[in-house]
């Protein structure tokens, strides 16, 4: 991606009139964009730790709903005197980072930018948004729909036992689902990228359209948590929306697309 020279070479990079980075100017960039990253999800995790019993009860509040519309104690449990504050430490991790994203994102961009024409860059504002957006609503799903289905399955299922639920490992299937879900909706940027690169196409993905849908399918089947159709079903609803949201993305992007847009508004 980026364009490689000898120590302090002042060569002149085509893409934008200006002398390219050695190697070891990337590995400086690299550590520079690193230790801001670093330094911002320091700054959200004591933010989020102000707050952090807050965000656990609204980590919580799926399975309490189920617990208690199945008539159980409404208690989660621990096992070890240190559990629940290293419990703490992990979630204001993790909710620091997430409020800290739109910055590493930045950063993120900032290390690719120069590898990238300088019409390639317009993409700055909408990949950063979009990116954050679709993790939030893949996230927000799971948390509203995914999630509290599963519960519900599981909990049932079970009912005749009395339920002794760690808050490590309910923690753990949180966010597991969560941040799955997150991932998954984030199919259009990967697809945005590898047709902006020329790798895949749009006629590909039409053309393989009943293959995507068997391998979402295995891929729902797999990340489910519970046994059901109807969980695997509201896994793979959202994955094959996307994939056909992501075939006009690739057909938008694709530097044939693109030539011929330019051709035409240069005729």
């Not at 994102?105 to 679709?134: C, D, H």
């Not at 005749?160 to 639920?165: A, D, E, G, R, V």
């Not at 590898?194 to 790798?199: F, P, R, T, V």
């Amino acid at each position: 991606m980026f364009e490689t020279a000898t120590e302090g070479s002042s060569e002149e990079n085509p893409r934008e009139g200006m002398p390219t980075m050695g190697f070891l100017d990337h590995l400086e960039e690299l550590r520079r964009r690193l230790v801001y990253s670093i330094a911002a999800i320091a700054v959200g995790f004591f933010i989020c730790w102000w707050k952090v019993e807050r965000i656990y009860d609204v980590m919580q509040r799926p399975i309490i709903d189920v617990l208690r519309a199945n008539g159980l104690s409404e208690k989660l449990v621990y096992l070890n005197p240190t559990e629940p504050f290293n419990l703490y430490l992990k979630i204001a991790a993790m909710a620091g980072l997430f409020l800290m994203s739109p910055f590493v994102l930045y950063q993120v961009w900032m290390f690719i930018s120069p590898g990238l024409y300088r019409n390639e860059k317009k993409y700055v504002v909408p990949f950063m948004v979009s990116t954050i957006a679709l993790f939030s609503t893949g996230g927000y799903f799971g948390y509203k729909v995914v999630y509290p289905q599963a519960l519900g399955f599981l909990v049932h299922f079970g009912r005749q036992f009395q339920p002794m639920i760690t808050i490590s490992e309910y923690t753990s299937l949180f966010l597991s689902i969560i941040l799955g879900m997150g991932l998954i909706f984030e199919m259009p940027i990967l697809i945005f990228f590898l047709a902006l690169m020329g790798m895949i196409t749009a006629r590909f993905m039409l053309k393989n359209f009943r293959y995507a849908i068997l391998l979402i399918f295995i891929v729902a089947a797999i990340v489910t948590p519970t046994p059901d159709i109807l969980s695997m079903c509201i896994f793979a609803a959202p994955m094959v929306a996307l994939y056909g949201i992501s075939i006009g993305i690739a057909w938008m992007v694709h530097p044939t697309q693109r030539r011929a847009r330019e051709q035409k508004k240069a005729g």
